[in-house]
């Protein structure tokens, strides 16, 4: 799949300027070396060139002052130095002799090794798409780093597209840095381009996502998610659903945040689907009904945005507990059995019931909400245990009459303060227990 958006319309195409490297800077000294005549033939040999008749000239007469400096720097670059007290004649060969192989001669292990040092080193010498493609796989073999990214870009420069991306196709790793390189470089149009031709829609189609929604203001996300949605509707080229699914939820989201201005104020600049539930939360004023019809309630902002029920009831778990609407709390967890829409509502977790007690005890809720989730605790000994946790004695003496656990009551009522609403529920308890033994009892009797 190839998406075309035009230069106006496609977002985020970066301002930022390219990595620059030196081999892009480089002189081009043909003009210069053909004025001269100096090495207008690449197979040009020392014993054909006539010392004698230079004898009397100056460097500067021989060779352009840009050559001159080229060869001084490759020079430098490979650590030679010319001796003291040689004779023009023999400078001159010397520099000859570098010129020669900084331009005509490629050297492959001895470019290959300047690259991967961080030196410049002139590429321009590859002229044959096999010479540039063995310089390539010279540094892919050592590592390579920016001096793969250097040949690449040279690459890019001097080859056609058909050619450049043969080379991408057959060297996965190649590839990788070119698309890490544009990814760090901020060019995203091309990141996504190259991504799409090579069968990469899922990723491309993620890029151009997260281009959209990084857009500085509402109407533009809304427009360029429009753009995006649209696009991906005619294309035809099988993208999984689940993505567009993504796209038009992203793009509902937009159009309720800019016709509930409202939510605007307690969201900050690019929020996520989850921070809007919470919001719609911090909004709703009825959680006795479930109304499916209005946009901003948090129920159908789950359902639209396809939110997991165990997130929107953590979600509205949290909101409404530090809100202290602590009455509203049962009402989340309330289910009508789809089999028998007519039976009453039930209480239903879509998450594990210890989170949510560890949850509502870390933001101080009252011991009776906590017992009220203790209480939807099948296990007595579980019960027990996270009821001390959280020190909800209620809880702790359900669990120990849940357990039978009468010496234990006794022991746990003698510690309780006298004349406490916990004393008198633990003598609840145990009168509780006490009947329930003597009913069995007398039932055995009988027996």
Same mark, same amino acid.
């Given at each position: 799949?190839?998406?075309?958006?035009?230069?106006?319309?496609?977002?985020?195409?970066?301002?930022?300027?390219?990595?620059?490297?030196?081999?892009?800077?480089?002189?081009?000294?043909?003009?210069?070396?053909?004025?001269?005549?100096?090495?207008?033939?690449?197979?040009?040999?020392?014993?054909?060139?006539?010392?004698?008749?230079?004898?009397?000239?100056?460097?500067?007469?021989?060779?352009?002052?840009?050559?001159?400096?080229?060869?001084?720097?490759e020079q430098a670059l490979d650590d030679r130095v010319l001796p003291k007290g040689v004779s023009p004649e023999e400078e001159l060969k010397l520099l000859r002799r570098q010129l020669q192989s900084?331009?005509?001669?490629?050297?492959?292990?001895?470019?290959?090794?300047?690259?991967?040092?961080?030196?410049?080193?002139?590429?321009?010498? =590859?002229?044959?798409?096999?010479?540039?493609?063995?310089?390539?796989?010279?540094?892919?073999?050592?590592?390579?780093?920016?001096?793969?990214?250097?040949v690449l870009l040279f690459l890019k420069r001097t080859l056609n597209a058909l050619q450049f991306h043969a080379i991408l196709r057959e060297r996965p790793r190649a590839l990788e840095q070119y698309?890490?390189?544009?990814?760090?470089?901020?060019?995203?149009?091309?990141?996504?381009?190259?991504?799409?031709? =090579?069968?990469?829609?899922?990723?491309?189609?993620?890029?151009?996502?997260?281009?959209?929604?990084?857009?500085?203001?509402?109407?533009?996300?809304?427009?360029?998610?429009?753009?995006?949605?649209?696009?991906?509707?005619?294309a035809g080229v099988g993208i999984i659903p689940l993505y567009e699914q993504v796209f038009h939820a992203a793009l509902k989201m937009q159009q309720l945040m800019e016709k509930e201005t409202g939510?605007?104020?307690?969201?900050?600049?690019?929020?996520?689907?989850?921070?809007?539930?919470?919001?719609?939360?911090?909004?709703?004023?009825?959680?006795?009904?479930?109304?499916?019809?209005?946009?901003?309630?948090?129920?159908?902002?789950?359902?639209?945005?396809?939110?997991?029920?165990?997130?929107?009831?953590?979600?509205?778990?949290?909101?409404?507990?530090?809100?202290?609407?602590?009455?509203?709390?049962?009402?989340? =967890?309330?289910?009508?059995?789809?089999?028998?829409?007519?039976?009453?509502?039930? =209480?239903?977790?879509?998450?594990?019931?210890?989170?949510?007690?560890?949850?509502?005890?870390?933001?101080?809720?009252?011991?009776?909400?906590?017992?009220?989730?203790?209480?939807?605790?099948?296990?007595?000994?579980?019960?027990?245990?996270?009821?001390?946790?959280?020190?909800?004695?209620?809880?702790?003496?359900?669990?120990?009459?849940?357990?039978?656990?009468?010496?234990?009551?006794?022991?746990?009522?003698?510690?309780?303060?006298?004349?406490?609403?916990?004393?008198?529920?633990?003598?609840?308890?145990?009168?509780?227990?006490?009947?329930?033994?003597?009913?069995?009892?007398?039932?055995?009797?009988?027996?």
């Amino acid at each position: 799949m190839d998406l075309q958006f035009d230069s106006e319309t496609y977002w985020n195409r970066s301002s930022r300027a390219a990595f620059s490297f030196d081999d892009e800077d480089e002189v081009d000294l043909a003009p210069d070396l053909a004025s001269n005549g100096i090495l207008a033939d690449d197979t040009i040999s020392e014993a054909s060139f006539n010392n004698s008749a230079t004898l009397n000239l100056s460097i500067k007469s021989i060779l352009s002052e840009d050559a001159l400096k080229l060869v001084l720097q490759e020079q430098a670059l490979d650590d030679r130095v010319l001796p003291k007290g040689v004779s023009p004649e023999e400078e001159l060969k010397l520099l000859r002799r570098q010129l020669q192989s900084t331009l005509y001669s490629p050297n492959l292990e001895a470019t290959a090794q300047k690259l991967l040092q961080g030196k410049t080193a002139p590429l321009e010498m =590859f002229k044959s798409l096999q010479e540039k493609q063995q310089l390539l796989d010279t540094l892919l073999a050592q590592g390579g780093g920016h001096a793969v990214i250097t040949v690449l870009l040279f690459l890019k420069r001097t080859l056609n597209a058909l050619q450049f991306h043969a080379i991408l196709r057959e060297r996965p790793r190649a590839l990788e840095q070119y698309l890490s390189y544009l990814k760090e470089s901020g060019d995203l149009a091309s990141h996504i381009e190259l991504l799409q031709r =090579f069968g990469r829609h899922q990723e491309a189609a993620l890029k151009q996502f997260q281009a959209a929604l990084a857009s500085g203001d509402l109407g533009t996300r809304k427009k360029h998610l429009q753009l995006l949605a649209d696009a991906y509707a005619t294309a035809g080229v099988g993208i999984i659903p689940l993505y567009e699914q993504v796209f038009h939820a992203a793009l509902k989201m937009q159009q309720l945040m800019e016709k509930e201005t409202g939510l605007g104020k307690l969201l900050r600049a690019q929020p996520t689907p989850v921070e809007v539930l919470y919001a719609c939360c911090q909004a709703n004023s009825n959680w006795k009904e479930q109304d499916m019809l209005k946009p901003i309630s948090p129920q159908r902002f789950a359902a639209d945005q396809q939110i997991s029920a165990a997130q929107y009831e953590w979600t509205a778990l949290n909101e409404r507990a530090q809100a202290q609407a602590y009455a509203d709390l049962e009402c989340i =967890f309330e289910r009508v059995p789809s089999w028998h829409p007519l039976k009453t509502k039930q =209480f239903h977790i879509s998450f594990d019931l210890t989170l949510a007690v560890l949850r509502l005890y870390e933001l101080q809720a009252p011991s009776t909400v906590l017992q009220l989730f203790l209480s939807k605790m099948g296990n007595s000994g579980e019960k027990l245990a996270l009821a001390r946790r959280v020190k909800c004695i209620r809880a702790v003496i359900d669990a120990m009459a849940g357990l039978k656990q009468q010496q234990e009551l006794q022991q746990l009522k003698d510690t309780l303060p006298e004349r406490s609403e916990e004393q008198f529920y633990c003598e609840n308890a145990l009168k509780s227990l006490q009947s329930k033994r003597w009913t069995t009892d007398n039932i055995k009797l009988k027996l």
